[in-house]
């Protein structure tokens, strides 16, 4: 397909350094995407983005479809067009939103029936609809539609909705036939092996130029997320990226890179901005926290972010204390920046055949504390 390409150019142990063109731009992995719900980053504007090094963005089908609706998106030039972002973009399939959010949903093999979180109004979405808004708003990568169980659901329904996201993922191919965007396909099987394994290989007779791995951090247990990564690692295309859907924390990057993926995207460190959490290679500060309101430090001392370079501590205790728009922007910036930073770090150490030892640091200066230096 004209415009796209992956290649694995570096392994270190599992861990893999590779290098993603689509027509937007090229993408060096494993990568961070930060999450755009609605076309935009919460808080955080696009020239920030770009100055903090984020080089690809997540938005959402479910979403963008209730509002403003894709007809207008793609009348406004697609994403691209619409929000001013010019850089790539992965939309995922729907699927994750309508079984936790839509009220009064109905799985049926057509599809989802559905009323909206926003105004009771009642939609259908489907491998076809779910193609033709993720084709209309035009972002690079596109997903199959998925069934997504639940973390705690019944072996027997877990089996039912990954037999239903196969036969889901064939409709997905057919009704697809944008040739400026790539179609993953989603491996679906909860914590089962087995039906991990089956739901891949099914996925993979269909040749899709990359996979997710979708229904994880749903409420599984991580040893549970690790052991399915790892087995999959072992199934899945070597030349072929993978892109574990929601996850996660800093360490759970670190964990699925050392099982062979390379893409992921979260809301973790927006939204723990947005609720006065910020990240740092010493643990996590609570800025709300008493001891900060005098101190004059970065929340980050080794941290060259554009907030860590002009606030404080103490005033960003303030602004979020005083419910000022400005606290999540600083402290969305930063966390950020933390993110795509440590990716930038991970990348370099497998280049260098230095990933193991890399992690085993990371992982312990991460696990000090939860407050911070």
């Known amino acids: 397909m004209s415009g796209f390409s992956f290649q694995v150019e570096a ?7 590779g290098r993603l063109l689509t027509p937007h731009g090229e993408v060096e992995t494993p990568a961070f ?28 089908t479910y979403h963008l479809m209730l509002r403003p609706g894709d007809a207008l998106v793609a009348q406004l030039g697609g994403l691209h067009g619409f929000t001013g972002w010019d850089g790539p973009f992965l939309t995922d ?16 093999e057509e599809g989802v029936r559905f ?9 259908l979405l489907s491998p076809e609809r779910s193609m033709e808004v993720q084709q209309n708003l ?53 914590g089962h092996l087995e039906l991990r394994e089956a739901s891949a290989r099914e996925l993979m007779e269909l040749d899709f130029p990359g996979y997710a791995i979708g229904g994880l951090s749903v409420g599984e247990p991580k040893p549970v ?8 690692d072992k199934v899945l295309p070597e030349q072929r990226p993978r892109y574990l859907m929601g996850v996660g ?4 990057l670190i964990e699925g890179v050392s099982r062979g993926i390379d893409l992921f995207d979260c809301v973790l460190p927006t939204r723990n901005a947005r609720n006065g959490q910020l990240f740092t290679a010493r643990g996590r500060l609570a800025i709300r926290n008493a001891r900060y309101r005098e101190d004059p430090r970065p929340p980050d001392p080794d ?6 370079r002009s606030a404080s501590r103490a005033y960003l205790r303030h602004l979020h204390l005083s419910g000022e728009m400005a606290a999540a922007t600083l402290m969305s910036v930063h966390n950020l920046f933390f993110y795509l930073d440590m990716m930038k770090s991970l990348r370099q150490s497998i280049r260098l055949c230095r990933f193991g030892k890399w992690r085993d640091e990371t992982l312990r200066r991460l696990a000090e504390g939860q407050d911070g230096p």
């Open 93 to 108: 399939s729907g699927g994750y939103q309508v079984f936790s959010l839509a009220a009064l949903r109905r799985v049926g």
């Open 115 to 123: 009323r909206s979180h926003l105004d009771g109004s009642e939609h």
């Open 303 to 308: 941290c060259p972010c554009p907030t860590c």
């Open 138 to 190: 035009g972002a690079d990568v596109a997903m199959c539609f998925d069934e997504c169980p639940p973390g705690d659901a019944p072996r027997e329904v877990v089996a039912e909705a990954t037999a239903r996201t196969t036969r889901w993922a064939r409709r997905s191919r057919q009704a697809h036939g944008r040739a400026d965007q790539w179609l993953f396909g989603i491996v679906q099987g909860g």
């Open 33 to 60: 995407m930060p999450v755009g719900t609605a076309g935009a980053v919460k808080a955080v504007l696009h020239r920030d983005l770009r100055e903090i090094g984020a080089r690809i963005l997540l938005a959402n």
């Open 249 to 252: 924390a800093p360490e759970d």
């Open 11 to 17: 392994r270190d142990a599992r861990a893999r350094g």
């Open 225 to 232: 997320r690790d052991r399915v990564v790892e087995h999959l």
